[in-house]
């Protein structure tokens, strides 16, 4: 079976969804505090190649720029933040239209992940970073959702 990454149009159809949710987060008014003091210069870049691993692809981002701890740590610390991931979840749902992504199993299944991943991995330090157990790996997901 086709995994999520391939469906998506690979590295370049990843790519342009990282780009278009970039788009789109900057322009909004409460998700894009998160991004106030600044972001890595290949934050999409970057952003990609997590997505990519995560949905079924090549493991470039545990190759290149860590493991899950250190994506986890850099969204810990901040509070509870419910309303800028529902903002940050409506505006992945508008890059996958901008993206051409309406395919609606395929929608649906990539909607789920980064709802997943926004509310659960991502939000579950919100006090501190240092609570982040070291060795985290990439969470993996499929058209049936969390792989084991």
């Known amino acids: 079976m086709q995994t999520l990454y391939e ?13 278009a949710w970039h788009l789109r987060v900057m322009a909004d008014e409460v998700v894009s505090h998160a991004f106030r003091h600044g972001f890595h210069p290949e934050h999409t870049e970057r952003l990609a190649a997590y997505w990519s691993e995560a949905l079924g692809g090549p493991t470039t981002y545990t190759d290149l720029y ?47 992940y980064f709802a997943w991943a926004t509310t659960t991995s991502m939000a579950a330090y919100p006090v501190s970073p240092d609570e982040v157990p070291e060795g985290l790996t990439i969470p993996r997901w499929s058209w049936e959702g969390l792989l084991p």
Do not use: K, Y
């Open 7 to 19: 469906a998506a149009g690979g590295a370049e159809g990843i790519r342009r969804l990282a780009d």
């Open 66 to 112: 860590g493991d899950e701890t250190t994506v986890v740590r850099l969204h810990s610390g901040n509070g509870d933040h419910e309303e800028m991931d529902q903002r940050a979840i409506a505006c992945f749902d508008q890059a996958l239209a901008d993206t051409g992504i309406t395919d609606a199993p395929l929608a649906r299944a990539l909607h789920d």
